[in-house]
């Protein structure tokens, strides 16, 4: 069985730094791309980041570019979210996901196979 498990959340103040992780377990990693999406009270979940299987290309959405950052670990079947400059904003439930085909770039949720179950941000200003 597939598990995306994220640590890293919690409560900081606009300007300041969080560093998301996700394990993933159960699957093989490395040939997937991988995916942070989020979710704020009310609106629809909407892509932040991904990283293809190898790490040699990245994307990100338009509101985060400049501020975060997608990296990966095969060796330890890990991504990671590091966000600088937080806005109030960013505030979300935040979720990693891995791509349902190999060697696929996947930004879309439709296109996730398995979600972790989220990890909250929360930015004051």
């Known amino acids: 069985q597939v598990q995306l498990v994220e640590s890293g959340g919690g409560s900081v103040q606009a300007g300041g730094s969080l560093r998301l992780s996700c394990a993933a377990s159960?699957?093989?990693?490395?040939?997937?791309?991988m995916d942070w999406f989020r979710q704020a009270p009310g609106k629809e979940r909407e892509f932040v980041a991904a990283i293809t299987w190898n790490g040699d290309r990245t994307y990100y959405a338009d509101s985060v570019k400049g501020r975060f950052t997608i990296s990966r670990d095969n060796a330890l079947n890990t991504v990671y979210l590091q966000m600088n400059s937080l806005k109030p904003e960013d505030t979300a439930v935040y979720y990693c996901a891995i791509a349902r085909e190999a060697w696929t770039i996947a930004t879309d949720t439709r296109a996730m196979a398995y979600w972790g179950k989220g990890s909250l941000v929360t930015v004051s200003s």
């Open positions: 159960g699957r093989a990693f490395s040939p997937y791309t």
